[in-house]
């Protein structure tokens, strides 16, 4: 098993930068293949990043690719999703997972962070 712990996230007008962490407080991180979702209000929870257990393989929803960076330091069990250039439609509450694939489908994390909320003003 692993515990997720999330930090970061908060207000930002468009066009600004923040950095999401997950931490795992328990497990082995570097057993796990990790992502990011997020879930804006009255939509369901969507992908947006996955990365392999070495870091050397990232995905990314094409709503996001060329602004976020995903990128993870398994000496210090953290994953860190890098968001620049925001937009209002990236305002979600965010949540990290760890599971046994870098897929889009939420059914194969197994173990999810607290979430946390980004807002992105206009």
């Known amino acids: 098993q692993v515990q997720l712990v999330q930090s970061g996230g908060g207000l930002v007008q468009a066009g600004g930068s923040l950095r999401l962490s997950c931490a795992a407080a328990?497990?082995?991180?570097?057993?796990?293949?990790m992502a990011w979702f997020r879930q804006a209000p009255g939509k369901e929870r969507a992908f947006v990043a996955s990365?392999?257990?070495?870091?050397?393989?990232?995905y990314y929803a094409d709503s996001v690719k060329g602004r976020f960076t995903l990128f993870r330091d398994n000496s210090k069990n953290t994953m860190y999703l890098q968001m620049n250039s925001l937009k209002p439609e990236d305002t979600a509450v965010y949540y990290c997972?760890?599971?046994?694939?870098?897929?889009?489908?939420?059914?194969?994390?197994?173990?999810w962070g607290q979430g946390t909320q980004v807002t992105v003003s206009s």
């Open positions: 328990e497990g082995t991180f570097s057993d796990y293949r």
């Open positions: 990365i392999s257990r070495s870091g050397l393989t990232t």
């Open positions: 997972a760890a599971g046994r694939s870098t897929t889009v489908d939420a059914s194969w994390y197994d173990y």
